[in-house]
């Protein structure tokens, strides 16, 4: 048999990649590293057979030496063997995850869940935030109403869109509007209102009706009242939701004259969602989150690939 002076340094690499390839002769130089063993003893250790054992010390070779009692011991290329065995297993070990990584990473579940949901809740709430502005676009006052006994009073509203003057005659008013805003985000309503100074006793019924002739009113109403001085408002949930000629119809339900001074109002509601656009990014990120981690980790999972030993280490 070669002495290990005798050994040149591929044939001393070959000698100990092949004694690490078995995990036998790994866990005998492991034994061997702290004391000297007899035979017996390597052999109790192992359970097995003495014949595996015989083929897996000879396969050490020079490895290992005997002392002159018999017993099995490392020598100066063991040593070696062993710590590299040593640097390999602290490599795998440094590059293990952490015993706490587990906990890490539930803990960033949680928290990424929790930053989802409260994206999530923001965004809703901001989508549905809404301000709104009016005013005026066109008063009448002291518009004289004089209705017989069982008459009707008729008075039109006309919506003009971009036109640019406003009409007021005895028995109605063209007005001009700005086009009405209808988006997602913003849009615009126009109302009518009307206030009358009734000098006499009364008992009228209303009606309001839309260019296309439908009732648009709230339901066609009677009012009632005996105090003269008095002061009654009607349309105020009234809206105009298309240009054209709007008809208000005012019946007197009394067996004598009816007189009022009426005065009209023909207002704008312009409702805005100001902070829509960062609502809707935000709903688009809460919601692209969970498909952006889980795409993530599935290409991370195709790509990851088990580590393996070159052919001479099988």
Same mark, same amino acid.
């Given at each position: 048999?070669?002495?290990?002076s005798?050994?040149?340094?591929?044939?001393t690499?070959?000698?100990?990649?092949?004694?690490?390839?078995?995990?036998?002769?790994?866990?005998?130089l492991?034994?061997l590293?702290?004391?000297?063993?007899?035979?017996?003893?390597?052999?109790?250790s192992?359970?097995?057979?003495?014949?595996?054992?015989?083929?897996?010390?000879?396969?050490?070779?020079?490895?290992?030496?005997?002392?002159?009692?018999?017993?099995?011991?490392?020598?100066?290329f063991?040593?070696?063997?062993?710590?590299?065995?040593?640097?390999v297993?602290?490599?795998?070990s440094?590059?293990?995850?952490?015993?706490?990584?587990?906990?890490?990473?539930?803990?960033?579940?949680?928290?990424?869940?929790?930053?989802?949901?409260?994206?999530?809740?923001?965004?809703?709430?901001?989508?549905?935030?809404?301000?709104?502005?009016?005013?005026?676009?066109?008063?009448?006052h002291?518009?004289?109403?004089?209705?017989?006994?069982?008459?009707t009073?008729s008075?039109?509203v006309?919506?003009?869109?971009?036109?640019?003057?406003?009409?007021?005659?005895?028995?109605?008013?063209s007005?001009?509007?700005?086009d009405?805003?209808?988006?997602i985000?913003k849009?615009?309503?126009?109302?009518?209102?009307?206030?009358?100074?009734?000098?006499s /006793?009364?008992? &009228?019924?209303?009606?309001?009706h839309?260019?296309?002739? *439908?009732?648009?009113?709230?339901? %066609?109403? $009677?009012? +009632?009242?005996?105090?003269?001085?008095?002061?009654?408002?009607?349309?105020?949930?009234?809206?105009?939701?298309?240009?054209?000629?709007?008809k208000i119809?005012?019946?007197?339900e009394?067996?004598?004259?009816?007189?009022?001074?009426?005065?009209?109002?023909?207002?704008?509601?312009?409702?805005?969602?100001?902070?829509?656009?960062?609502?809707?990014?935000?709903?688009?990120i809460?919601? /692209?989150y969970? &498909?952006?981690?889980?795409?993530?980790?599935?290409?991370? *999972?195709?790509?990851?690939?088990? %580590?393996? $030993?070159p +052919?001479?280490?099988?």
């Amino acid at each position: 048999m070669e002495t290990i002076s005798a050994l040149s340094d591929e044939e001393t690499y070959s000698l100990i990649f092949k004694s690490l390839n078995h995990p036998i002769r790994r866990k005998i130089l492991r034994m061997l590293r702290e004391n000297e063993l007899a035979f017996s003893k390597i052999l109790e250790s192992l359970s097995i057979d003495s014949g595996h054992l015989n083929y897996h010390l000879e396969s050490l070779g020079d490895l290992m030496t005997r002392s002159q009692d018999g017993k099995y011991r490392l020598s100066s290329f063991g040593l070696a063997a062993v710590k590299l065995m040593s640097g390999v297993e602290e490599h795998d070990s440094s590059t293990a995850p952490p015993k706490r990584r587990n906990t890490v990473n539930l803990t960033a579940a949680i928290f990424s869940v929790a930053l989802v949901i409260a994206l999530l809740a923001t965004s809703v709430c901001t989508l549905g935030f809404t301000t709104q502005t009016s005013g005026d676009l066109v008063s009448v006052h002291a518009i004289p109403v004089g209705i017989g006994p069982n008459e009707t009073f008729s008075y039109d509203v006309t919506l003009a869109y971009r036109s640019n003057q406003t009409v007021t005659e005895p028995h109605g008013i063209s007005t001009t509007v700005p086009d009405p805003e209808n988006t997602i985000a913003k849009w615009t309503e126009y109302t009518l209102t009307f206030d009358m100074d009734i000098n006499s /006793s009364y008992e &009228i019924s209303l009606t309001i009706h839309d260019p296309d002739g *439908k009732t648009i009113s709230p339901t %066609p109403f $009677l009012e +009632a009242g005996d105090p003269s001085g008095s002061q009654i408002s009607f349309g105020s949930s009234t809206y105009f939701t298309k240009p054209g000629t709007y008809k208000i119809q005012i019946e007197n339900e009394k067996t004598n004259g009816f007189y009022a001074n009426m005065t009209l109002h023909v207002a704008y509601i312009l409702t805005q969602k100001p902070l829509f656009n960062y609502g809707l990014a935000g709903l688009i990120i809460a919601l /692209s989150y969970p &498909i952006v981690i889980l795409s993530s980790w599935y290409w991370m *999972k195709n790509k990851k690939q088990a %580590p393996t $030993l070159p +052919a001479k280490f099988k």
